[in-house]
């Protein structure tokens, strides 16, 4: 049986990104199926934007399934080959300060007279325009500004950064999400567009529910540590070998957990009998089921509350989750087969498509200018004029 094309097959993007959220974009366009033309500077360093080697396991992880052309874009050759490109593109994706797409020619309204159909897309750290349009940002950044740190960590003890790049990545998917909008809309307007997202706005958008209580009731969060925000009955517990989670918030699951561990006079306990009643009192609850999780290990809880539909979980270590049994099972840990650092893994998609299943191996991330000679012999290019190319700085 012939596996069908990747849903993106077809479509070229043109990836002018560095740092993470840009690539993170480009990766989900490119692990889709569309050809990924990645821009490098021509002898660019071996440390990469984000401070680790290219040989590193951050780059070999965002940039995956894409071709490598060096092309010195401050050079007039370099620009002529790059609009050359553009004509035939379906994307391109930038995450420059909204000054540096200009001074180099390539910002959207250039590339539009290029190729009209173009979706262009671009992240910043606060926007294309208004005050903050020209100021550096990086996920931490965002965190502060953007509320995460505010609502992170234990009760008085300050704010607290998120264990993961959150807002480039989140940036980054919603960039991409923007970016097969716009081809969506494309098949019915025939014209491209300029989509773009920041990592303020990515960072406000995951907020989601704690933003939802401010706009709503006015309602500013606070930090929890790990107990939910609003549900009072779940958090994360000390067990006889370890910590476990257990969400038994709403009286049916907060029911079905009293009566699995035996607590049953926690359900007539007046303090404790309804929602409101155990938010005023969480101290108390929480102290009580803390109690009750201690005398007994992880894998006995474990077992017990999922029988009895009670959310629960473990913690696990980055190790323990990639060989939980279920975590498996998805797959989502990628072989990929690279021809000088040998066979890899990377963190694969966590989408599923009955009809498209991903390829048995993803593509290795490129070396510098690995396709470069590739790319421009489509446009026309000799061997001649490549080596001329080289000589001359601009590949």
Same mark, same amino acid.
């Given at each position: 049986?012939?596996?069908?094309?990747?849903?993106?097959?077809?479509?070229?993007?043109?990836?002018?990104?560095?740092?993470?959220?840009?690539?993170?974009?480009?990766?989900?366009?490119?692990?889709?199926?569309?050809?990924?033309?990645?821009?490098?500077?021509?002898?660019?360093?071996?440390?990469?934007?984000?401070?680790?080697?290219?040989?590193?396991?951050?780059?070999?992880?965002?940039?995956?399934?894409?071709?490598?052309?060096?092309?010195?874009?401050?050079?007039?050759?370099?620009?002529?080959?790059?609009?050359?490109?553009?004509?035939?593109?379906?994307?391109?994706?930038?995450?420059?300060?909204?000054?540096?797409?200009?001074?180099?020619?390539?910002?959207?309204?250039?590339?539009?007279?290029?190729?009209?159909?173009?979706?262009? =897309?671009?992240?910043?750290?606060?926007?294309?325009?208004?005050?903050?349009?020209?100021?550096?940002?990086?996920?931490?950044?965002?965190?502060?500004?953007?509320?995460?740190?505010?609502?992170?960590?234990?009760? =008085?003890?300050?704010?607290?950064?998120?264990?993961?790049?959150?807002?480039?990545?989140?940036?980054?998917?919603?960039?991409?999400?923007?970016?097969?909008?716009?081809?969506?809309?494309?098949?019915?307007?025939?014209?491209?567009?300029?989509?773009?997202?920041?990592?303020?706005?990515?960072?406000?958008?995951?907020?989601?529910?704690?933003? &939802?209580?401010?706009?709503?009731?006015?309602?500013?969060?606070?930090?929890?540590?790990?107990?939910?925000?609003?549900?009072?009955?779940? =958090?994360?517990?000390?067990?006889?070998?370890?910590?476990?989670?257990?969400?038994?918030?709403?009286?049916?699951?907060?029911?079905?957990?009293?009566?699995?561990?035996?607590?049953?006079? %926690?359900?007539?306990?007046?303090?404790?009998?309804?929602?409101?009643?155990?938010?005023?009192?969480?101290?108390?609850?929480?102290?009580?089921?803390?109690?009750?999780?201690?005398?007994?290990?992880?894998?006995?809880?474990?077992?017990?509350?999922?029988?009895?539909?009670?959310?629960?979980?473990?913690?696990?270590?980055?190790?323990?989750?990639?060989?939980?049994?279920?975590?498996?099972? %998805?797959?989502?840990?990628?072989?990929?087969?690279?021809?000088?650092?040998?066979?890899?893994?990377?963190?694969?998609?966590?989408?599923?498509?009955?009809?498209?299943?991903?390829?048995?191996?993803?593509?290795?991330?490129?070396?510098? =200018?690995?396709?470069?000679?590739?790319?421009?012999?489509?446009?026309?290019?000799?061997?001649?004029?490549?080596?001329?190319?080289? &000589?001359?700085?601009?590949?």
């Amino acid at each position: 049986m012939t596996t069908p094309r990747l849903p993106l097959a077809g479509f070229r993007v043109l990836d002018l990104t560095a740092h993470r959220a840009g690539p993170t974009a480009v990766r989900q366009l490119a692990d889709w199926g569309a050809d990924a033309i990645r821009i490098e500077a021509p002898g660019g360093p071996a440390v990469d934007a984000t401070g680790g080697r290219r040989s590193g396991p951050d780059f070999q992880n965002l940039h995956r399934n894409k071709r490598s052309l060096t092309l010195n874009l401050k050079t007039p050759e370099g620009l002529e080959i790059f609009m050359k490109l553009a004509k035939d593109a379906d994307v391109v994706v930038e995450n420059y300060r909204s000054s540096v797409k200009h001074r180099l020619g390539v910002d959207y309204e250039s590339v539009k007279r290029a190729n009209p159909r173009i979706v262009y =897309g671009s992240i910043s750290g606060f926007g294309q325009d208004g005050p903050y349009a020209n100021r550096a940002g990086v996920d931490q950044i965002a965190q502060g500004m953007g509320g995460l740190m505010s609502i992170t960590g234990h009760p =008085g003890g300050g704010p607290v950064r998120v264990g993961i790049a959150i807002n480039d990545t989140s940036a980054g998917l919603l960039l991409a999400n923007a970016i097969v909008l716009a081809l969506l809309e494309r098949e019915r307007s025939g014209e491209g567009q300029w989509v773009s997202t920041s990592l303020i706005e990515a960072q406000i958008f995951m907020l989601d529910f704690q933003a &939802a209580r401010y706009l709503i009731r006015g309602e500013v969060p606070g930090q929890e540590g790990n107990n939910h925000p609003t549900g009072t009955g779940t =958090g994360m517990f000390e067990s006889a070998d370890g910590h476990i989670n257990i969400a038994a918030s709403g009286d049916a699951v907060w029911r079905r957990f009293c009566e699995a561990a035996g607590a049953t006079d %926690l359900l007539t306990n007046p303090g404790f009998a309804t929602p409101a009643a155990r938010s005023k009192h969480r101290k108390e609850l929480n102290a009580r089921v803390a109690e009750i999780v201690r005398q007994h290990p992880n894998d006995y809880w474990d077992k017990l509350l999922d029988k009895a539909g009670v959310p629960c979980g473990p913690i696990n270590t980055i190790d323990k989750v990639f060989a939980d049994p279920q975590v498996r099972h %998805l797959g989502i840990a990628r072989p990929v087969d690279h021809p000088k650092y040998g066979a890899q893994m990377v963190v694969g998609q966590p989408i599923h498509m009955s009809r498209h299943p991903q390829p048995e191996k993803l593509g290795h991330t490129p070396e510098p =200018g690995e396709h470069t000679e590739e790319v421009l012999s489509v446009l026309g290019y000799d061997a001649a004029g490549i080596a001329a190319l080289r &000589a001359k700085g601009v590949i």
